[in-house]
């Protein structure tokens, strides 16, 4: 069996955790994550409800609540203990962001729907920038939102691709001059094209004065939030209604754990809730306890919080810090080697730990189309060498190419030896004029 892994599906495999892999953003994977998955794998329960086993919802509840205080969260957004409460929050597991901005958009659509009758589903609008993730787009699809309902407003370099407050505001102005009813607002920390950062404190308070919920996004950045010099970027998170970061992208959980804090379940639950006779036990009808079940879209959940309670167990928050600043330090690095080459720039400021950059064309050669052209040819012949993976976006037009520092074994020789192939590459396309394709001559 080993034989066959290694010589039928090893050569296939993109591998996520090389110190050269740069593309997208980074899928941490560690020791004491895998210990926590081959933990949920061996025990392999279904922890729909409290009652299938109260290890399992119990755990989720202090590890999100640890991981909630590490990024320094509302006290609104954790677990209050007392089940019973009139209105109170907490975290919660999801498999990924794409979940979870869904599960929130369905509690905010049906939140509004309450207060202004079922018939207006056809005026809902959602708003997002032309940077927010595309899972918004897909949770519009499947919530019914009409797809010319979401607002995704255009950013540009003059607020380094951020969404510009004062103009969430006219279009929500515009929209409710015309009848239609704003009641979703979703700001970024860390967008996937940029990791530029939107600024939240502005937004919630657009969307409160509005009546609408405002959710955040900091699948990539948040992790990044739990060092002091970087938890600025949350600033604002109190105005928010729901939360969501990514422990399987930067914060050495394996995939999947995308965690989700709410300040208001039962938003979740009076959206998501079904109680079938088969399910129905004493606990939960007399609301004892967290059936997670009605904080999601499947019936079935895996044992995930026991990798997340490793990880921050074994590792601990000075190391998990040492962890996500090396990783900063490296993309530093090479932001530093791309703007000490004439031949490139450096498209966006860095943030985090992604750096996006392109080559420049010929001095007297400006035609963008061209210009992007060279940037694709780039990437393909980069990635062709198998000597490291990168991948790209388009900000204002320009093909542009990310690198993201990430993976658990990269050190600053990985850096290095990257970027020398990327120059070496680039002098070889420099010296070959372009064909109509794209392709060198």
Request: aromatic share 10%; with cysteine.
């Amino acid at each position: 069996m080993i034989v066959d892994v290694q010589s039928k599906i090893l050569p296939g495999v993109t591998h996520w955790q090389s110190p050269n892999f740069y593309a997208y953003y980074p899928s941490n994977s560690s020791v004491a994550g895998f210990l926590g998955e081959m933990l949920s794998a061996a025990i392999n329960m279904v922890g729909f409800s409290w009652i299938t086993s109260p290890a399992a919802t119990e755990l989720e509840m202090i590890v999100l609540d640890w991981l909630g205080k590490l990024l320094k969260l509302p006290q609104e957004f954790l677990s209050p203990g007392n089940c019973s409460a009139v209105r109170h929050g907490g975290g919660v597991i999801q498999g990924t962001a794409s979940e979870a901005v869904l599960v929130v958009l369905l509690a905010a659509r049906d939140k509004t729907l309450r207060r202004v009758g079922k018939s207006a589903l056809g005026k809902l609008v959602v708003y997002g920038s032309d940077q927010t993730h595309s899972a918004l787009q897909k949770a519009c699809q499947i919530g019914g939102v009409h797809p010319e309902n979401c607002r995704l407003l255009k950013t540009d370099s003059s607020t380094n691709y951020a969404l510009p407050p004062e103009i969430v505001s006219e279009a929500i102005s515009h929209d409710i001059s015309i009848g239609l009813i704003p009641f979703f607002l979703c700001g970024t920390v860390g967008t996937t094209s940029s990791a530029t950062v939107d600024p939240l404190y502005s937004l919630g308070k657009i969307a409160k004065s509005n009546d609408m919920w405002f959710h955040v996004d900091a699948a990539y950045a948040g992790s990044a939030c739990i060092c002091p010099e970087y938890r600025k970027y949350l600033d604002g998170v109190e105005e928010a209604d729901s939360f969501n970061m990514n422990a399987h992208k930067w914060f050495l959980t394996n995939f999947d754990c995308s965690t989700l804090w709410v300040k208001d379940r039962n938003a979740l639950i009076q959206s998501l809730s079904t109680n079938p006779e088969f399910l129905k036990n004493k606990a939960s009808q007399a609301n004892l306890v967290v059936d997670y079940k009605d904080w999601q879209i499947p019936l079935g959940r895996r044992f995930r919080s026991l990798k997340l309670w490793m990880v921050l167990r074994l590792y601990g928050v000075e190391n998990l810090q040492h962890y996500l600043r090396n990783h900063i330090e490296l993309a530093k690095y090479f932001e530093e080697c791309v703007g000490q080459d004439s031949r490139f720039e450096v498209v966006a400021p860095r943030l985090f730990a992604l750096v996006c950059f392109r080559l420049l064309p010929p001095v007297g050669d400006n035609e963008v189309c061209r210009s992007n052209k060279l940037n694709q040819v780039l990437l393909e012949a980069v990635n062709s060498t198998g000597k490291l993976f990168i991948s790209h976006t388009a900000l204002s037009g320009m093909y542009t190419l990310r690198f993201a520092v990430g993976a658990p074994l990269t050190e600053r020789r990985h850096i290095a030896a990257a970027w020398k192939v990327l120059q070496d590459e680039a002098s070889t396309l420099l010296g070959a004029p372009l064909q109509d394709n794209g392709n060198p001559s």
